[in-house]
């Protein structure tokens, strides 16, 4: 090996120097800082799972399924000596048992966990759902069947229970609004039927929403497969902080991206199905939209913030006065975002519970104490009001009519609905690029009813002359009501 020059020694230790003095100038620099120190991982996971595993079960069903009576012998012909061939083929179940009667057994494997010493456990709805035999096996391999005790499909959780002589192991449910991104977690389930299964990861995110008015899901990198449903995700303190519910995943294999409801949900569920064997979801009786900018806007609000009402049926929202076009701002004390959020706090809120809800309407702020009512018995009833003569017009780049009975019946629309229909629109106009379509209803503009196109063109001179950019429409299609915020011209 060559020797190193004098020099080259010279510029190496300069070198090492200059790195030396760049690490303590950032040392230095993040002094001045309060320091953010990473926690380790743990060693193991072994002291955890051995705790909790008593307390996970693994979850058997059985389900009669008739065969399908359409079914019959192949095509061949008439006293082919294949006929004979297929027709005992087909009667194998026994002499005189065509395929009409026969049944199948179907098995369906899942997850769940024990959350009280006399044998309540919580799994997926979708895991036992139509099933007619239940069967919980336990880490101990001590089978016991179950019952269903109640299901909320909309969360996708079942409560189920067995009767057992002895006192059963038993995990708690942790707060999952306490969780955060980055924090440990560990599933345990039966994935993939291969029996008693330990997988461990991180918070990946919180909030999540898939598809439900109640989702709050826990996304998490732990491994997660079919047959984990319905098992707990635990925080390393040994509590249930969410229950394993989906996959996210182009094959049907674990991506590392598994959804698990949060606790926050799934508690006053479990509860509910524990008490009435069914749920009890508070009601406030309006149909809402998110507040855009462009609504904001419209509507003089400072932020696209509260959730926006489009329609107030018969119902708890309007025995207390709310309308159509006010915003909920909070509800029962707690500041609404959008709408999801309002939907979940409704619905976490007791039956026959008087509330305060304070609105944005017309500029200010009011309150108004509504008594909520039971949304599984809920029935709205279309709001309505009077209808004009029609007049056929063209405004913001749409050509408007006034209802007729022969447009109502084109529509579909009740007798009593009134308002302006879009018969036909400008492909290059803003309203079309709103989202506006021929046979929409406009109800409303500028947040008063309109039934003739002089009202629609008096609601746009009012929204310049007030310094609007935008004209806030209410439409309604196939009987569902939203609001557009509309630019209009200077």
């Known amino acids: 090996m060559t020797a190193m020059r004098l020099s080259d020694r010279t510029e190496l230790g300069r070198m090492r120097a200059a790195v030396v003095a760049l690490g303590l100038g950032v040392a230095m620099t993040l002094g001045q800082a309060a320091p953010v120190f990473a926690r380790g991982a743990p060693e193991s996971f072994a ?23 359409d079914r019959s012998l192949p095509m061949v012909p008439e006293g082919s000596p294949f006929e004979d061939f297929f027709r005992d083929f087909m009667d194998r179940n026994g002499p005189g048992q065509g395929p009409q009667q026969r049944q199948r057994r179907g098995a369906a494997l899942g997850s769940g966990f024990v959350i009280s010493e006399d044998g309540y456990i919580v799994t997926n709805n979708h895991v036992i759902e139509g099933a007619d ?36 192991p038993f995990v708690p449910f942790g707060d999952s609004n306490a969780a955060r991104v980055g924090d440990w977690v560990m599933a345990m389930g039966n994935p993939l039927g291969q029996g008693f299964s330990v997988s461990a990861g991180i918070v990946s995110a919180r909030g999540r929403a898939l598809s439900g008015s109640y989702d709050d899901y826990i996304q998490t990198d732990a491994a997660i497969n079919r047959g984990n449903s319905g098992g707990p995700l635990f925080n390393m303190d040994g509590a249930v902080i969410g229950v394993n519910t989906a996959i996210l995943s182009p094959n049907g294999g674990s991506i590392g991206i598994g959804f698990a409801m949060s606790s926050a949900v799934v508690v006053p569920v479990v509860e509910q199905l524990q008490e009435y064997g069914e749920t009890r979801r508070g009601w406030l009786g309006v149909r809402i939209q998110n507040v855009t900018d462009e609504l904001a806007d419209a509507l003089g609000l400072d932020a696209a913030e509260g959730a926006l ?16 076009g006010d915003v909920i701002l909070s509800f029962d004390g707690n500041e609404v975002a959008d709408t999801r959020e309002l939907v979940r706090n409704v619905g976490n809120t007791s039956v026959g519970k008087t509330v305060p809800v304070t609105v944005f309407r017309d500029g200010s702020i009011e309150t108004l104490d509504v008594t909520l009512g039971r949304r599984e018995t809920a029935e709205a009833v279309p709001a309505s009001a009077p209808a004009n003569e029609p007049v056929q017009s063209e405004l913001l780049g749409m050509e408007v009519t006034g209802l007729s009975d022969e447009l109502r019946a084109q529509l579909d629309l009740p007798e009593a609905a009134s308002g302006l229909v879009v018969t036909d629109i ?54 569902e009501p939203r609001f557009v915020a509309l630019p209009i011209d200077e």
């Open 47 to 69: 002291d955890l799972a051995e705790q909790v595993s008593d307390a996970v079960v693994n979850i058997t069903t059985q389900t009669s399924v008739a065969a399908a009576a």
């Open 133 to 168: 035999e239940i069967t919980i096996e336990f880490f101990s391999g001590r089978e016991l069947a179950a019952e269903v005790i109640g299901t909320d499909p909309n969360t996708d959780i079942a409560l189920l229970k067995v009767d057992s002589d002895e006192p059963l």
């Open 309 to 324: 009402v489009t329609d107030v049926p018969e119902g708890p929202a309007a025995a207390a006065g709310m309308r159509s």
């Open 426 to 479: 400008d492909e290059e106009s803003a309203a079309f690029d709103k989202g506006l379509r021929r046979g929409d209803l406009i109800t409303e503009a500028g947040q008063e009813k309109v039934a003739s196109a002089a009202d629609l063109s008096g609601a746009v001179d009012a929204a310049r002359e007030g310094g609007r950019k935008s004209l806030l429409l209410l439409i309604e299609r196939a009987g």
